[in-house]
Structure formats: structure tokens, C-alpha cells
């Protein structure tokens, strides 16, 4: 875990990746919510749910200093029948 402005979080350098197992529920709408700092620039990766691409995100970088809520949808069809998944980025 590394820590950036008193938040700890998760950075991955090219070619590697980090993954966690993420509990889902049923009959409502799950979405993934990332936390991206300002700082970071020209970052692009995939994010998998269960080996299956959900997106491909492009992260042009952003105000020095300053935090970034993205959110993302899980499709429903990757999560039924399952009470976690786990996400891969």
C-alpha cells in the first residue's frame, strides 16, 4: 500500500497489476468506484471483472493535489449468481 496527501491507496507501474476480491449483491445496480490523484498522468489500463474487460480507461491526469472519484458499472450479467467478483486493474 502506498500513501499520497494522507490516503493510502494502491499504484501499479507498466506491466504489473493489483487485484482484490470485491462482495456484490443482487437485484441492484453494483458499480466499481475508483480514487484517482491529479498527480498521475497518462495512465492506461483495463479493468477486469473476473478475466472479462469492463473497460479500458485512459487517465489523462489532473489538478495537482487533488483527488478524482471515477465510477464504473458492473454488468449485471458478470455478477449473477455470485456474491463477489474479483476485480483485476
Same mark, same amino acid.
Given at each position: 500500500?502506498?500513501?499520497? =496527501? /494522507? !490516503?493510502?491507496?494502491?499504484?501499479? !507501474?507498466?506491466?504489473?497489476?493489483? #487485484?482484490? &476480491? %470485491?462482495?456484490? %449483491?443482487? /437485484?441492484? #445496480?453494483?458499480? =466499481? @468506484? =475508483?480514487?484517482? @490523484? /491529479?498527480?498521475?498522468?497518462?495512465?492506461?489500463?483495463?479493468? @477486469?471483472?473476473?478475466?472479462t474487460k469492463i473497460v479500458t480507461v485512459d487517465w489523462k491526469g489532473g489538478k495537482t493535489g487533488k483527488f478524482y472519484d471515477e465510477e464504473y458499472p458492473i454488468?449485471?450479467? =458478470?455478477?449473477? &449468481?455470485? %456474491?463477489?467478483?474479483?476485480?483485476?486493474?
Amino acid at each position: 500500500m502506498d500513501e499520497a =496527501l /494522507g !490516503r493510502t491507496g494502491r499504484e501499479v !507501474r507498466p506491466d504489473n497489476y493489483f #487485484s482484490f &476480491d %470485491m462482495k456484490v %449483491m443482487q /437485484g441492484v #445496480s453494483n458499480n =466499481l @468506484l =475508483l480514487t484517482y @490523484l /491529479g498527480d498521475d498522468k497518462d495512465r492506461k489500463f483495463d479493468i @477486469l471483472v473476473d478475466g472479462t474487460k469492463i473497460v479500458t480507461v485512459d487517465w489523462k491526469g489532473g489538478k495537482t493535489g487533488k483527488f478524482y472519484d471515477e465510477e464504473y458499472p458492473i454488468p449485471a450479467e =458478470l455478477i449473477k &449468481d455470485r %456474491m463477489k467478483i474479483t476485480v483485476r486493474i
